[in-house]
């Protein structure tokens, strides 16, 4: 068993600005990262852009760190290809794929998420992907070159973003969204026409108010037909509706989860008792304290859920969340990049 005096599970740009945290208040303590990714922490923002856009653009190119920053700097560690699957926070020690423990005096838990997938026939084809590392997008890329159309499910910024780089290789890009109109949870209406018009000037179909019920194809994809029976044709496709927070160890080891790890002001995880109790008199009621939870970043929704797995009986938060890049708190035992649980104040405030 290896141990360090911080031990970060997850290997992105909050481990990255978590290490710069870490050494800003503690120049000495031993700390090592806990990366699955085969890379270093790199930007994820630029993949759908830049990165996707510019075929000679190589990866060292996203890298937070410049090249060999962590194999000089004294006592940092990263660990590649390494899986955390269990977190014991009594003994303080993390559990990996490969049957190997770490320990830490304390740990961060800042593993980000992972795209959703939808529960349709024909995702296995080839041709048809999701969208988060950058082999996501160098694969993309490539195929990008030889291809004619391209499907984009959903309009979040993934799917909007990547319609707007494939005009880059001539790719000519439908985007199906299930909601009226697009970016309709971030932008009022007048806005959200405005961005539809911009990029139907430059080719880009929109497909709203629709779903995909099938991939069509053999082996390759060849197109996909919606709900309402009409039917697209494609050699390229990406789902983009969103992440699932990577949340299963820390719900395992009694953490409490709520679409994320909740944490206190601290960044601190809450579990047991005190945190169902902190989460329901927020949720109880729909007024001040729905008002009060939502300013930080929480509003009722379907996802809920207690560290015993139970459902709330009359309300539950939901998916909205804000995530931090940043380590603020060395008082910590174990920490999570994650959402805040309100506090009782805060709940009550009108």
Known sequence: MQSFDYLIVGGGLAAASAVDGIRSLDAEGSIAILANESEPPYHRPPLSKEFLQTPEATRDLLHVKPEGWFEEEAKVTLLNGVRATSLDPKKMTIGT???????????????????????????????????????????LRERAVEAESALLIGAGFIGMELAASLTRYDVASTIVERKSRVWSEMLPPVLSYFVQGYFEERGIRFELDAEVEELLGSERLEGARLANGTQVACDLTVIGVGLRPNEEIAGEAGLAVMDGVIVDRSARPATGTSTRRVIWRAFRTRSSATRRASSIGITPGPTARWPDGTWPERASPSTTSRTSTRMCSTSASVCSAGRRAPTTSECWES
């Open 97 to 139: 794929a490969a049957d190997e423990i770490y320990q830490g005096e304390r740990i961060l838990l800042a593993m980000g998420g992972r795209p959703r997938s939808l529960a349709i026939p024909g995702t296995e084809l080839d041709g048809v992907s999701s969208f988060r590392t950058v082999a996501d997008a160098e694969r």
